[in-house]
């Protein structure tokens, strides 16, 4: 099975471009009314990886801090499951999924790393040509300045 990198669309004023690399601006909000999204105020990228089997990968910069101590993230996808319920007590106390509810939504995890880290791992992933290629893809999207920290 083979990764790929997914190319996503992102706005610049009224115009809409296919990027292999994309800058986040916004975050959503969940209230009781609906959906809202805040505005980022730090420089965030992402690249989408897919595995030929439908698995997907979001690998991000996080450049919050300033770009002397980027963040580089891993999020896996997110799943769906059904609530659990415990039943029994004492020792027989245990969690049964109830299958009579609407499925939950459960966030994927994220995993923080530095930029060692990030990319043993996701040589060891995605193999060493593709690792390579993600991380020079984020860090080309850096302005000039903030290369040379990262």
Same mark, same amino acid.
Request: proline content about 4%.
């Given at each position: 099975m083979a990764w790929?990198?997914?190319e996503q669309e992102e706005k610049r004023g009224k115009n809409t471009f296919k990027v292999r690399c994309k #800058? &986040?601006?916004y975050f959503p909000i969940e209230k009781p009314t609906g959906t809202e999204f805040? #505005? &980022?105020g730090f420089l965030l990228f992402q690249v989408v990886v897919e595995r030929d089997g439908g698995y997907r990968l979001r690998l991000k910069l996080n450049?919050?801090?300033g770009l002397i101590n980027p963040k580089w993230v891993i999020q896996h996808p997110d799943r769906e499951d059904y609530q659990t319920v415990t039943i029994g007590e004492h020792k027989r106390r245990r969690?049964?999924?109830d299958?009579?509810?609407p499925k939950v939504k459960i966030p994927g995890e994220k995993e923080v790393?530095?930029?060692d880290e990030f990319e043993t791992r996701t040589k060891k992933m995605l193999g060493e040509t593709l690792a390579q290629e993600?991380?020079?893809l984020l860090i080309s999207r850096l302005p000039d300045q903030q290369k040379t920290a990262a």
């Open positions: 790929h990198i997914i #800058r &986040l601006k805040g #505005r &980022l450049a919050s801090q969690d049964v999924p299958v009579l509810s790393l530095t930029l993600v991380i020079t």
